[in-house]
């Protein structure tokens, strides 16, 4: 399996594009390959938990994080297309605060290692999107947290198409970055 992986901003959010082979009948490739995925980045992880949501056009989700038991995550776009985030939110970083914004879609194939460390979250930009992650620990509802989608602290971009993305109340209601629990 041939990964390219492509850097971002933030150093240890990474974009993972695989090899695929296609022809007239459709396509193949390797979503995850344990071997692949460390010789590639570097990264040694075990994953412990796959997740898989569906969501309508101008859902937003996130900003997430666990706070303790804290979730690696690698993501990707098997139905659709979403702007995904990372945010940086270890006090410890020079990157403190500071966020990356990556189109994720069923045609480009792209997946996006976010780290441990580091706030997460989606707008759907398709009808409806599947987004697939992959978690280096086990959801913990007691651990976790949000940051607001929309603190100007941090200036998440996101490509909203007029009007207020359609949210859960506890995103709606998130901590400013200021405020929130974050990894030191």
Known sequence: MSLTVIPTALPEVLIIEPKVFGDARGFFFESYNERAFEEATGIKRSFVQDNHSRSARNVLRGLHYQIQNPQGKLVRVTAGEVFD???????SSPNFG??????????????????????HGFLVLSETADFLYKTTDYWFPEHERAVLWNDPAIGVQ????GGEPVMAEKDRGAHLLREADCYE
């Open 85 to 91: 985030v990372a945010v940086d939110i270890r006090r």
């Open 98 to 119: 500071k966020w990356v914004g990556v189109s994720l879609s069923a045609e480009n194939k792209r997946q996006l290692w976010i780290p441990e460390g580091f706030a």
């Open 158 to 161: 996101w490509p909203l198409n």
